[in-house]
């Protein structure tokens, strides 16, 4: 069991699922979304990362059918998806919205075990949508997490994180690296994840709510062109990594990389591809910067590479805005503050900031005032505590 859910969300949803459904009673599973302290855009690249998974995300109340009809509901999403098993092929569908992460999920649940009845679902989620904190990781894994329940499969967290993932990359067409899911599948009251995405293998790391708070700053700039812009980026570090086998020598990604064997590079790449390529090779230097100081208590040194990471995704990497560059300027300018950092893909979205204990809400006054004052716009703020990782809540 996970932690208790919210009261009100878990009648809401059951309530609900009465509504739509009727007859028994539910169960309901839970799974984190997630931010990243720092390795930004290093997943896809063979890199490590360092993120947490928090204590929102998405709650799944769900119970199996016998006949191959598969009904999904939201309490954040208008659209209600009515589909039968037979109809669910490889790929999502435009019609199928939201509903093709856990359709992706079911799908990839039925080709691994054959188990491929039908269910009836409704979802709600405690962690903003399409804000950088991975509510479509948390969807798939509560998916995940409630198939294998519910089947009693007892798959373990990898393979959970790895169905949830492919639902994403394979059915519904985003080409994202593994970190998300992970982060969520293998979420740890009181730790945070280094996820080493080239194995993959993975650690644990305390992280002390003691000494420092995570206060997640939503700009509520919509991220308009996170699809299409992080493809891009995925493709350019594609191309970079070729440029690299082809003229340095032969690594299996582009984060094995050192920036002196990058430098050998730079005729044989245009300024864009080489500045994609330095972000991620000293990201990666940053990450296990971070790592070595979190292991010593050592939050300043954290903080550090939390802004030498938005310096780099701002300029070599150019997918912050001038709403993130703002919002976590603004708040670099409190002394209670370790450091400040986009999360998620960029453009647009959340930023984070590491905050001394019991300081976050004079931070987010300040901070507020500031982003006010420059857009016109009143961001939203929410301390978010490390969560526990999915599992069955009700
Ligand atoms: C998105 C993707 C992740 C990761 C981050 C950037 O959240 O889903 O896989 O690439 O961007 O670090």
Redesign the pocket.
Known sequence: MTAAPPARLLAALNERFQREFGGERPRVFFAPGRI?LV??????NGGD?LPMAVDRGIYAAVRLRGDGRLRLRSLDQELAVDVDAAQVGRRTRTEWGWAGYPLGVWHGFQQRTGLGVGLDVVFAGDVPMAS?L?SS?ALEVATAVALDALHGTRLDRQQLALLAHRAETGFVG?R?????QFASALGRAGQVLLLRCAGPRWEHVPFDPAACEVLVMDTRKPRRLAKSG?NERVAQCATAHELLRAHVRDLPHLASYTPEELEQSREAMDEVLFHRARHVVTEMARTALAVAALRQHDYATLGAQLDASHRSTATDFDVSCDELDVITDAAREHDAVFGARLT??GFGGCAIALVQSGASAQVSAGVGQRFRERFGVTPAFDLLRIGNGPGEVG
């Open positions: 990243n390795g930004a855009h290093l997943d896809y990362v950088g991975s990781a985003v994202c690296g593994i970190m998300d992080f998620g893909a």
